[in-house]
């Protein structure tokens, strides 16, 4: 267990609608960051998040938008759900941006199905 | 062309075997590199890191970087059934920034 949650771990969308998933970063990390994972392919990096300010951000649509909290938890929000939008979302935490040997931890994903 | 790019297998082998799974990377810059194991339904977990160029070695698993070539290697010394999963290569993005750029993985079949 990495102590990093997500929820929820599957969830059923219509094509057009919106989507918020939902992390809880480990105990003492401050930075959070989301990936897409699709089916046979490896995560794709989307934005991170460093003490609630969005840190860098991956080759995805505005409609992919999130948020930090104080207590650094984080939601990922997806507007106008398209059918390509379906495939586990992944969060990670850490502690810092990053850097040699500064591991990050994944939680074990929301599974998005757009139908 | 992708910034590291992994065969899917499936790569199916024997109990005890020694496993090689590969990836290759486009920007010779890069200087830091991970594998990742990602058990199914479960979110990936690192594996290594390796600085640099040459070997890295912890327990069964063996991390070599070969920077002329591009080239990036895990190989798995007495392969158990529990090292079924998909691996995962992945390079710092461009920027210098730590954050990992992932392949597509390759999917190990360990069969007793």
């Known amino acids: 267990e990495t102590g990093v949650t997500q929820s929820p771990t599957h969830l059923i969308k219509t094509r057009g609608q919106q989507v918020t998933l939902r992390c809880s970063s480990q105990s003492g990390h401050n930075t959070v960051s989301w990936y897409q994972q699709a089916l046979g392919q490896g995560p794709q990096f989307i934005f991170q998040y460093y003490r609630e300010e969005e840190n860098g951000r991956g080759n995805f649509p505005p409609r992919f938008s999130g948020l930090q909290f104080p207590n650094y938890s984080s939601e990922l929000n997806v507007n106008a759900l398209e059918l390509d939008d379906s495939a586990l979302y992944l969060c990670?935490?850490?502690f810092g941006t990053g850097g040699l040997g500064n591991t990050i931890y994944f939680g074990e994903g929301s599974w998005l199905t757009v139908v | 062309q992708k910034e590291v790019e992994q065969d899917p297998g499936p790569l199916s082998v024997p109990e005890g075997a020694i496993v090689s799974l590969n990836c290759t990377y486009s920007?010779?810059?890069?200087?830091?590199f991970m594998w990742y194991r990602q058990y199914s339904r479960k979110g990936p977990e690192l594996l290594m890191y390796?600085?640099?160029?040459g070997n890295k070695e912890d327990g069964r698993f063996t991390a070599q970087v070969d920077k002329s070539s591009k080239y990036i290697s895990l190989f798995i010394r007495d392969s158990q059934p529990s090292d079924s999963a998909t691996y995962l290569c992945?390079?710092?993005?461009?920027?210098?920034?730590?954050?990992?750029?992932f392949g597509r993985g390759t999917s190990l079949i360990v069969h007793p």
């Open positions: 992945a390079i710092p993005s461009s920027g210098g920034s730590y954050i990992p750029t």
């Open positions: 390796t600085y640099s160029s």
């Open positions: 990670a935490s850490s």
């Open positions: 920007n010779s810059a890069f200087q830091y």
